[in-house]
């Protein structure tokens, strides 16, 4: 209620991905926060290729109690057409929401000189979830199907930092970052 009361707004969502926001209003000289704005560290879509070596952060508690993030590796292995991502990589309840960066590179390297810049750490998208496989055991007697086995696919689906930056251009954000700003 009090984040409503400052921007005149709770929580945006998407009217086209699994994405909602809301504006924080945060003091620097006042508040102990250190953050890098999205609009610097945020690859987009179209930059995104299958294949890239990725990792992705989160707080998997249903596998083990962390005091600290847990860091996975995986790859980029599909770009869904609604712009949407799938990562190779397995993820639990805790990951979601979670960032998902590109691995650096440093560049090729030829002969000791090296050749093009190579890929900042720079975030790719945010965890969704992992779709779950699921095969039934079927009765010989009957033919129906009597247990239903379901293991994590290994499979992440994220949303992309394009996704995300869609909902900070929309008119209710702009106008709520404006009143938080003074504006």
């Known amino acids: 209620m009090a984040i409503r009361a400052i921007t005149g707004v709770g929580w945006i ?6 994405v909602a ?21 945020a690859a987009a879509y179209d930059s995104v290729s299958v294949g890239d070596d990725i990792f992705v952060s989160g707080f998997p ?11 996975r590796n995986g790859m980029v292995s599909a770009k869904l057409p609604d712009g949407m991502i799938l990562i ?5 309840p805790g990951n979601s929401g979670g960032p998902v960066f590109w691995k ?22 945010l965890a969704l979830y992992s779709p779950m496989y699921s095969e039934g055991a079927i009765s ?9 086995f379901e293991a994590n696919s290994g499979l992440t ?15 209710e954000s702009k106008a709520a970052v404006a009143r ?3 504006k």
């Open 21 to 41: 926001i809301t504006i924080l209003s945060i003091n620097l000289e006042v508040d102990d926060v250190s953050f890098i704005p999205l609009d610097v560290m």
């Open 140 to 148: 010989p007697t009957s033919g129906r199907t009597r247990v239903v």
């Open 104 to 125: 650096p590179t440093m560049g090729l390297n030829i002969f000791g000189n090296q050749i093009g810049a190579g890929r900042p750490a720079s975030l790719i998208g």
């Open 157 to 171: 689906k994220i949303v992309s930092t394009s996704k995300i930056l869609e909902v900070l251009e929309y008119p």
């Open 180 to 182: 938080v700003l003074g």
């Open 13 to 18: 969502y998407s009217t086209n991905a699994d």
């Open 61 to 71: 508690a249903s596998v083990i109690e962390l005091d600290a993030p847990a860091l």
């Open 88 to 92: 190779d990589t397995t993820t639990f």
